[in-house]
């Protein structure tokens, strides 16, 4: 038998965690600027991989609004009612999210199509008047905030293009010093 006296009581675990937690909040590279670098950088990822223009913009936006939209008004409910089976309840909510995200993403691809078609010939217009106006007002100061100031990397294109010379250089280097003289 343990003496009880040796443990930490649980309070006093409960108050090493909040005081951890405490610190975690107001430290200068703590939990808040962590998670909000995370966002930061699935936006980028998004930004880059859709081209890095009004598209990419509407892509994030669109899959945002309907993802936030989906948690709100059905995700919330589904697991507020679960009950009867617990375990299996979680698996359906699993399976449903998965496949909402998922017909999410497929709509988020359609944005454009979705503005054109809104509130016929205003959709029109403001899909015309995006297209005309962002990259005069938007582009910039969007990728200076992603970007943290700094230019966007080059496309994948060019970084395929300088890996591929390196290889080449590399394999040649190589057969070169494999071939007699």
Do not use: C
Request: aromatic letters at 12%.
């Amino acid at each position: 038998m343990t003496d009880e006296g040796d443990k930490p009581r649980l309070a006093d675990r409960l108050k090493a965690a909040g005081q951890r937690g405490r610190v975690e909040l107001t430290r200068e590279d703590g939990l808040p600027r962590k998670a909000g670098g995370a966002g930061k950088r699935w936006i980028r990822g998004l930004w880059e991989v859709r081209g890095g223009g009004l598209y990419a913009l509407g892509f994030i936006v669109t899959f945002l609004y309907l993802e936030i939209r989906e948690f709100l008004l059905d995700d919330i409910p589904q697991l507020y009612n679960l009950s009867g089976d617990f375990v299996g309840g979680l698996i359906s909510f699993a399976i449903d999210f998965f496949i909402d995200t998922l017909m999410n993403t497929i709509a988020a691809f359609m944005w454009p199509y979705y503005l054109a078609t809104w509130e016929s010939p205003f959709g029109v217009i403001l899909l015309v008047a995006a297209f005309l106006l962002f990259p005069m007002f938007v582009k910039e100061p969007l990728e200076h905030w992603l970007f943290d100031g700094k230019p966007p990397e080059p496309e994948k294109k060019e970084k395929d293009k300088k890996v591929k010379q390196k290889d080449d250089k590399r394999s040649a280097d190589g057969a070169s010093k494999r071939q007699p003289d």
